[in-house]
C-alpha cells in the first residue's frame, strides 16, 4: 500500500510561467512544531489516488529511461490517463491499448502493468526493454496481443502467462528469453500467432493445443531448443 | 550499532540511546532505519524512564508486546514502516503519558483498542495503512487533546461516531481508503479547528450536514468517490479558508451554491461526476461573487447536468485547468475565456455551444490541450488560434465548422492529436500538415474534403493513425505516406474516389495492426503481393473498388487476420487455400472461384477426355456393331459362294470333264465366258454365266434337251 508521504509531481512541469497548481502538500507552517517523525505522519493531500490505472503506469514511467520524450504527456495529475498519448481507453475511461512500440525507451517492463484488468493491446515492441518479463503480466484477463519483440528481454516466459485466456497474439521474438517453452501455454485456446524465435530457449516445444499449428519458423534461431516433445517417451524436461 | 556493547561502560554513549541529565536512565531509544529484524522485545519495558521510542523504518515483525503498556513516561511511541502484525494489545493504553503514537504502515489487524480512549495526553494518533477493521472506537473521541487521527488505507468500517465532536483539537482527521458507511454527523461543525478532512474512497452516505460549513479553519475538504447525495450545503460560502473543494464522483444534485462566491482563498474546485444541475446565471450573487475568486485554477464540473451560459465562471485569471465535458451548457463560448491566459486544459466538448470558435482565444499562449468537440460550432478555424503554438491536442470533431483546413495548423510543431472530423470542411488536406511530425493521430473523416492526399503527410514520421474516410479525396494512394509512416497501426481510407494501383510500397507499413481499409474508392489494378508482409494485420478492407487480377498467394501469409473483405471487385481465379476459411461474404460479388464459393470450372484435358468417352464410347460401339455387320455379311456371302463352289465341282466334276469336251467338239463356249457343265443323267448341260437367271439356265438345258443332241454312249 501506498506510503502515508504526501503524492508528490516527480515530473516539472513543462509551463514555465509560475502557475497556481492546488497544492498537494501539507502546509508545515500551520503545524505545530512536533518531532521530525510527524513529517511521515501527514496523509496524502487530495484525491490524487483516484485512478488505479493511471498511477499504476505513472510508477512504471518513473523508471524508464525516455531520451525523445515519448512520455511527456503522461501527467499524473490528471484524473485518469485516458488523454495521455500513446494510451488509449474505453468508453468507460479503462485503459485498453498502450501504444509504445519503436519509442527509444529503456528501463524494465513493470510489474504495475500487471494491474491493467481491461488492456487488450501491450504493444512494447522494439525498444531496449531489459530485464525479466514480470509474471505480474499474467494478469491481464483482458489481454488479446502482447508485442514484446525486439528488446533485451531475459529470463523465462512466466508460467502465469497460462492465464492470459483471451491472447491471440504473443510475439516474444528478438530477445535473450531463456529456459524452457512453459508446458502451460497449451491451454491458451485463443492463441492464434505465437513467434519466440530468435531467443535463447533451450528444452523442447510443446505439441498440444494451439502448439498443433504454430509452423516451425516460430521457434528458428534459439539454438538450444531441441524441437517437438515427444510426449510419454521423455520425461517433463525441468530446467534445461 | 557497533557501539552497543555491553562491556562497555557507558551505555549513554551508544548510538541512538539518549540519558537523562544525570546520565542514569535512559529516555531516548532513536533507532529509526538501522536495520533491525526480529520481534520487538518486550525488554524494553524495563526502561521505566523511557520517553520516546522510535523503531521506526526497520524490518521487524511479530506483535507489539503488551509490555510496553509500562511505560508510564513514554511520551513518543512510532513503530510505523514495519512488518508487525497481530492485535495491538489492550495494554498499550496503559501509556498514560503517550502524546504522539504511530503505527502505521504495518500489518496489523483486529479493532482499534477502545483502551487508546485512556491515553488522555495523546495529540496525534497514525494508525494509516494497516488492516485494523471494525469501527471507529468512541472511546477515542474523548482525547480532547488529539489534533491528528489517521485512520486512512484499513479495513475500518460502520459509521464516523457523532461523538467526534468532541475533539475540539482536531486539525487533520483523515479517514481515506476505508469501508466507512453512514453519513457526517451533524457535531462535526464543533470542529473549530479542523483544516483537512479527508473521506475520499468510502461508501458513506446521506447528505452533507449544513454544520460542516461551521467549521470556520477548513483548508481543503475531499469527499471524492463517496455516495453522498443531496445539494451542497448552501452556507459554503461561510469557509472563508478554503483552498480545495473536492466532491467529485458522488450523487450530488441541486444547484451549485451562488455563495460559492465567498470561498475567495479557492484555488481547486473539483464537481465532476455528480448529478449537479442548474444553470450559472450572472444575474445571481454567484457572478458577482465569483469574481472574486482570483486564486481559482482549477475548476471541473464535467458529467453533471449543468446548463446555460459559461460567463459566470470566467473571471479568474489563475485558470489552469477548466474542464466542463458533458453538460448541457449552451450559448456561445465567451470570448472573455482568452483573458485566462494561463489556461493550459480547456475542456469544452459534448455540450450544446453555438456559434464560433471565438478569434481571442489565441491569447492562450500556454494552451496544450483544447477539445471543443461534440458541440454545434459552427463559422471557420479562426487563423488566430495559430498563436496557441503549444498545443499538444485540438479536437473539434463533432460539429459544423466549414471553410478550409488552415495550413498554419503545421506551424503547430508539439501537435500529437488533430481531429477535425465529422464537420463540414471542404477544399484540400493542406501539405504543411506534414511538418507536425510529432502528430500520433490524424482524424480528418466525414468532411467534404477533395483534392489528392498530400505526399508530405509522409513527414508525419510517428503517425500511428490515419482516418481519412468518407471525403471526396481523389488522385492515387501516395507512396510517400507508405514509405515513410511507419509506425501506421491504423490506416483507413475508405468512401472516398481514390484511383489508380494500391502501391507496392503498402508492404512497408509492418506495424499495420487494427485496420487496413481502402473499401469503396475507385482503386483498379492487381492486389500487391506485398500485403503479405503486414503480419500484425487484423482486418483487410479493399471490398467496392475496382481491383483484378488474382488474389497473391502471398495473403495466405497473414496469420493475424481475421476479417477480410475482397468482395465488390473485379478479382478472378482460384481463392487461396489459406484464405479459405473466411466466409462467403468476403468474396461476393467477384469472379473468384474455390472454398469458400462453388468450385472453380476450368478447361483441364481430363474433364474433356471424360466427355469425350461418354459421347465417344457409344459412337465407338455403333461403329463397331456396324463394321461387325458388315464383315459379317460379306463373309457369309463368301462362304456360300464357296460352299456352293464346292458341291458343282464334287458333284460333276469328271462328268463335268466330259461335257466340257463333248461341248467343246462341237465348238461351243469360249473360255472366257463362265460355262458350267452339268451332267444329268446322262445328258451334258452348260450353264452360261452370262444368263444368270436360273429360267434362262433352264432353257437353255430345255433347248439342248430339245436339240437331243444328247448322246447316251459315254465316248
Known sequence: MDGVSPLRLPFPSPLPSPLLIFPRYPRMASLPVLLPCLLLLLAASPALSTNPEGEALHAWRARLTDPTNVLQSWDPTLVNPCTWFHVTCDSQNRVIRLDLGNSNVSGSIGPELGGLEHLQYLELYRNNFQGKIPAELGNLRSLISMDLYGNQLQGEIPKSFAKLKSLRFLRLNNNRLSGSIPRELVFLSNLKVLDLSNNDLCGTIPIDGPFANFPLQSFDNNSRLNGPELQGLVPYDIGC | MASWSPGLPDTCGW????????????????????????????????????????????????????????????????????????????????????????????????????????????????????????????????????????????????????????????????????????????????????????????????????????????????????????????????????VVLQLRQNDLSGPVPPSLGDCNKLQALALADNRLSGSLPPTFRFLAELTLITHLAIINLSHNRFTGSISPLLGSNALVKLDLTNNAFSGVIPPALGESTNLARLRLGHNLLQGGIPSKLSRLRWLDFLDMSSNNLTDEIPSDLS????????????????????????????LGELDLSWNELSGKIPAEIGNCSGMLKLSLQDNHLSGMIPPELGGLTSLNVLNLQRNNLTGTIPSAVLIHCKKLYELRLSENSLTGSIPSEIGQLIELQVILDLSRNHLSGDIPSSLGNLIKLERLNLSFNHLDGQIPASLEQLTSLHRLNLSNNLLYGRIPAGLSSFPVSSFTATKLCGAPLTACITRSSTSDMSRLSNAAVAGIIVAIVSISAVVCVVLLCIIIRLWSKWREVSVSNSDGEECKEKHERRGGGGGDRFESYWKIGSTCMVTSSEKQSSTSETSILQRKMAAGGLDDSGS
Not at chain 2, 47 to 63: C, I, K, Q, R, V
Not at chain 2, 96 to 107: K, P, R, Y
Not at chain 2, 388 to 411: A, F, M
Request: charge should be neutral; glycine fraction near 10%.
Open chain 2, 15 to 242: 548510538n541512538g540511546v539518549t540519558c537523562s541529565d544525570d546520565r542514569n536512565h535512559v529516555v531516548a531509544l532513536n533507532l529509526s532505519g538501522y536495520g533491525l529484524s526480529g520481534s520487538v522485545s518486550s525488554k524494553f519495558a524495563g526502561l521505566a524512564f523511557l520517553e520516546t521510542l522510535d523503531l521506526s523504518s526497520n524490518s521487524l515483525t511479530g506483535p507489539i508486546p503488551p509490555e510496553i503498556g509500562h511505560l508510564k513516561r513514554l511520551k513518543t511511541l512510532n513503530l510505523q514502516q514495519n512488518r508487525l502484525t497481530g492485535r495491538t494489545p489492550d495494554e498499550l493504553g496503559g501509556c498514560s503519558a503517550l502524546q504522539v503514537l504511530s503505527m502505521a504502515d504495518n500489518m496489523l489487524q483486529g479493532e482499534i483498542p477502545s483502551s487508546f480512549g485512556r491515553l488522555a495526553a495523546l495529540q496525534v494518533l497514525n494508525l494509516a495503512n494497516n488492516q485494523f477493521s471494525g469501527s471507529i472506537p468512541t472511546a477515542l473521541c474523548g482525547l480532547s487533546s488529539l489534533s491528528y487521527l489517521n485512520l486512512l488505507g484499513n479495513a475500518l468500517n460502520g459509521a464516523i461516531p457523532p461523538q467526534l465532536g468532541n475533539l475540539s483539537h482536531l486539525q487533520m482527521l483523515s479517514l481515506f481508503h476505508n469501508g466507512l458507511t453512514g453519513s457526517i454527523p451533524a457535531e462535526i461543525g464543533k470542529l473549530q479547528r479542523l483544516q483537512l478532512l479527508f473521506l475520499y474512497e468510502n461508501q458513506m452516505t446521506g447528505i452533507i450536514p449544513h454544520e460542516l460549513t461551521n467549521c470556520s479553519s477548513l483548508e481543503e475538504l475531499d469527499f471524492f468517490g463517496n455516495s453522498f447525495s443531496g445539494p451542497i450545503p448552501e452556507t459554503i460560502g461561510k469557509l472563508k479558508n478554503l
Open chain 2, 387 to 414: 498563436n496557441c503554438t503549444r498545443l499538444t491536442h485540438l479536437l473539434l470533431g463533432k460539429n459544423r465548422v466549414t471553410g478550409t483546413i488552415p495550413s498554419w495548423l503545421g506551424n503547430l510543431h508539439s
